[in-house]
């Protein structure tokens, strides 16, 4: 396979990745971080660790639950699956960051500052409806 060529483990050692039998593999390596931060890097680590800068460098949303415009309490669960639906489709695109449903629903309900919703949930852009 070519995980373990890359890391020149062969299938009998499995020293750095194990077949876990009908489950796939796992890497079981010890893992360490080396650092070598620029003067620039250490400036662009301290500006992201700044409060309120937690925003991801990958665009992000999240998707509030919507109101429910019939005056139906029934139909409740078609504007909270219509959502559902939306962060589902969302979360299939590789290159963007989508917040789960169990956190945007914690607005369900609620009349809220978009603006203010985006710095609690570290996103760039907020879907209302």
């Known amino acids: ?8 483990d062969s299938g009998d050692e499995q020293r750095l990745i194990r077949t876990i039998l009908r489950r796939g593999f796992r890497f079981v390596g010890t893992v360490r971080e080396e650092v070598q931060i620029s003067e620039a890097g250490a400036i662009a680590a301290m500006e992201q660790s700044k409060p309120g800068s937690r925003i991801p460098a990958r665009p992000s949303i999240a998707v509030l639950p919507f109101v ?6 029934d139909q409740d669960y078609f504007a909270d699956g219509m959502v ?32 203010q919703v985006g710095r609690e949930l570290g996103v760039r852009y907020v879907l209302e409806g």
Do not use: C, H, M, Q
Not at 1 to 8: D, F, P, Q, V
Not at 68 to 73: E, Y
């Open 1 to 8: 396979n070519a995980a373990r060529n890359a890391l020149g």
């Open 84 to 115: 559902e639906d939306i962060i589902t489709g969302l979360s299939r695109i590789r290159w963007l960051f989508v917040i789960a449903r169990n956190s945007s629903f914690t607005y369900k309900g609620r009349a809220v500052d978009v603006k």
């Open 68 to 73: 429910n415009l019939s005056g139906d309490p």
